[in-house]
């Protein structure tokens, strides 16, 4: 089922091609309006100028047409028989009307001798009068020119009065006679009323059509000829700096009265020749006047085109509803498709089969894909509640894992910081144990190191722990078997039992290199992570000290410092062994002090210990330093000679020791000479080792001699 679509939300269809059909119209019709004025007033505007430039033309030509028609006449009669070699004054001047006569505005026309002197004049006008002074006759003496005089200048009281202020032109040139002398100066002046009578003619159509202006502005900026109330003004525009330029053309400038004007203007006359006038021509129109018939056409097509527009925009909007009154039907259908119900029995049906071609079309197909989508949604609607029961199942069997998870990893938890807790017990524990504790892995790796081992050992715990320990303390003599014990150890725990829980003593090396003997405690850890062996490590250097002063006391006679009856009877099988070994004879000398009692009963005690240690120190020096001295007890000392090559060594050995003993000895409080009996037991390398019988042996031939010693000396 699809989801409602939010109908009131969106423009309709057709509002849509309504609005945007009529907006492109009035955009197409409002743009094509903007360049038809655009163009409009822009042709309008050049045209104004066109015509205002040509009237100002016209006006240029008119005038300079006349002044020089004016020129010309001066040229004309300049030439003329009658007026050259004219001695007659009223003939001259005769001559001189009938030129009037044929330009009205020919005020005054005279001939002036050299001398300044008017010789004849129209009507007799100025005759006999001075005129030396006058700009025309003075400039009219060398060639023909042309002036015009403001009115201040004028003589007007001698002239017929004018509607027109007293405003002249004159022409004036030389007269020659036939030899071409000097006869005099004509003039010609022109009343102004032709030129405002010129602009009444020629402008006067286009001042009623366009109210048009004309201005004719003299050098100076004043205007001698303009509309009412601007004459003999100063006038300053753009458009008369431009026609004093020399230039023609038509502008558009803002006047002294402050308003737009289209201005035309043109200069007269011809640069440099003096037979013409340099004069401003202006010809001007409000510009609001000149465009007033482009802004009426502006304003018909404005209404035109709101006419037009407004026709194509219904015309728009009918179209648009026809166009689209069969795909709305097709909303409004699938809108009340999607509006019923998902499990209606029948569902409203979108085809439009009365409608054109392309939404039948669409109508069908979106009709198809509505009935496969309700039957997609019928399936994936069972498919959905099959994955929901299943996603419900899999939730609660998540849940229940996770409430498993989270007990055991409650229980982790508390398992952990109960195992922290009894390490750090452990670790407690080990470093105030009384032994050095090492634990080794199978590869012989230590793992841990208290602080026992290293005050023991030298090496700080950070220093061995994943270090190999043979390669440390053991001695290099150890270090084979040690890492053959390791072997045995870490392919069978169980088979290297012999070496576990048992108390084993090894020489270790300190990090000194010192030899430290050590009572060691080995244990086995099996772990899951790697089997462990730990070790205490007891140090036994005093007990091994004590127990070899202890041996030494246990072996050695305190008062000579030779081996006691214990070592001697140590010794002696030994002996006996070598003996057998190397296949030579050993003896045994048995030696006892004669009469030493009596030192002792005489000299004291400490004497007899002085003597004692003096005879024993005798013994040793005579023999060899492989021979053994051994006192047995008393004054009883018994010396095992190795070795012997015979028997005789044995004797030899005797005879040279008992002088060496009969010397004095000398004593703190005396100096005592004794002598000394030695009894000889030889042991052959065959003899059975009998030590008894072999010390028996010694002791009696000892004897022997002694009582023989004594008979000796009781004979003397
Ligand atoms: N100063 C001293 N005297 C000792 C020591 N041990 C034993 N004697 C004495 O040594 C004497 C040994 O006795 P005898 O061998 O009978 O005395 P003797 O005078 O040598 O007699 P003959 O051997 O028969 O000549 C005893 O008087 C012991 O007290 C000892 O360590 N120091």
């Known amino acids: 089922m699809l989801p409602p679509a939010p109908a009131t939300t969106r423009p309709r269809l057709t509002t849509l091609v309504t609005v945007g059909v009529s907006a492109t119209v009035l955009l197409t019709v409002l743009s094509l309006l903007i360049l038809v004025d655009h163009f409009a007033i822009d042709y309008a505007r050049r045209e104004a100028e066109q015509r205002l430039q ?85 400039a009219g003496q060398d060639k023909i020119r042309a002036a015009d005089y403001p009115p201040a200048t004028l003589p007007g009281r001698k002239l017929p009065y004018n509607a027109d202020p007293w405003r002249f032109v004159d022409a004036s040139g030389p007269v020659l006679d036939a030899n071409g002398q000097f006869r005099g100066v004509v003039c010609v002046r022109m009343s102004w009323g032709w030129a405002r009578r010129m602009v009444q003619t020629v402008f006067a159509p286009a001042n009623l059509q366009y109210a048009a202006d004309v201005f004719v502005v003299r050098s100076d900026g004043v205007a001698i000829l303009g509309p009412q109330g601007m004459e003999e003004q100063k006038i300053s525009s753009e458009s008369l700096a431009l026609a004093a330029s020399g230039a023609s053309g038509a502008l558009k400038e803002t006047w002294a009265d402050g308003r737009d004007y289209l201005t035309g203007y043109a200069r007269t006359g011809t640069p440099g020749d003096p037979a013409t006038l340099d004069w401003s021509i202006l010809v001007r129109q409000p510009e609001a006047l000149a465009l007033s018939g482009a802004r009426a056409l502006e304003r018909q097509i404005l209404l035109l085109g709101a006419i037009l527009g407004a026709v194509m925009a219904i015309g728009a909007a009918i179209a648009a509803g026809r166009l689209t009154r069969p795909l709305n039907a097709l909303s409004r259908a699938i809108e009340e498709r999607l509006a019923a119900p998902a499990d209606a029995a029948t569902l409203p049906d979108v085809r439009q089969n009365d409608s054109y071609h392309e939404v039948q079309v669409l109508s069908r197909s979106l009709n198809e894909m509505l009935n496969n989508e309700q039957n997609h949604l019928g399936a994936l609607r069972g498919l959905n509640e099959k994955l929901e029961s299943t996603v419900a199942e899999r939730t609660r069997e998540i849940a229940r894992k996770a409430l498993q998870l989270e007990r055991a990893l409650a229980q982790e938890q508390s398992t952990q910081q109960l195992l922290q807790e009894r390490a750090a017990e452990l670790r407690a524990i080990l ?162 002090l004669d009469r030493f009692k009596q030192v002792n009963d005489r000299y004291g005690h400490e004497e007899g210990d002085e003597l004692l240690r003096q005879f024993a120190e005798r013994v040793r020096g005579a023999v060899r330093k492989t021979d053994t001295v051994g006192r047995l007890a008393g004054d009883e000392f018994v010396v095992i000679l190795e070795m012997l090559h015979s028997d005789a060594d044995a004797q030899e050995m005797a005879d040279k020791l008992l002088p060496a003993l009969q010397q004095p000895f000398v004593l703190k409080t005396a100096t005592v000479a004794l002598s000394a009996s030695i009894g000889i037991a030889i042991h052959h390398p065959d003899d059975p080792q009998d030590i008894e019988a072999l010390l028996s042996r010694a002791d009696r031939a000892m004897y022997r001699h002694k009582q023989e010693g004594l008979q000796l000396r009781a004979r003397r």
Request: some cysteine; charged content about 25%; aromatic content about 6%.
């Open 54 to 138: 040509q009237l100002s033309w016209q006006m240029r030509s008119s005038l300079t047409g006349i002044v020089r028609k004016a020129t010309g006449d001066v040229q004309l009669l300049s030439e003329l028989p009658r007026i050259r070699e004219g001695k007659n004054p009223v003939e001259v001047r005769r001559v001189l009307e009938s030129l009037q006569k044929t330009f009205p505005d020919y005020a005054w026309i005279g001939l002036a001798t050299p001398d300044g002197k008017v010789f004849a004049a129209t009507q007799g006008v100025q005759e006999g009068a001075d005129v030396s002074a006058r700009d025309w006759f003075k």
């Open 431 to 592: 470093d105030n144990a009384h032994d050095a504790f090492i634990a080794l892995d199978p590869g012989g790796v230590v793992r841990e190191w208290n602080l026992q081992a290293e005050k023991l050992l030298g090496w700080k715990r950070t220093e061995v722990i994943g270090q190999p320990l043979a390669a440390m303390m053991l001695p290099p003599l150890l270090r084979r078997a040690y890492e053959r014990d390791m072997r045995q150890l870490a392919e069978s725990a169980g088979g290297a039992a012999s070496l576990l829980s048992r108390r084993v003593e090894l020489m270790l090396h300190n990090r000194a290199g010192q030899e430290l003997p050590v009572e060691v405690s080995l244990a086995y850890v099996p772990r899951s992570s790697g089997h462990l062996f730990i070790a205490f490590l007891h140090d036994i250097s005093e007990r091994k000290q004590l127990f070899a002063s202890m041996e030494a006391m246990a072996l050695n006679d305190t008062l000579t410092g030779l081996p006691n009856r214990r070592a001697l009877m140590q010794a002696l099988p030994e002996a006996l062994q070598r003996a057998s070994r190397l296949r030579q004879s050993c003896a045994v000398f048995f030696l006892d």
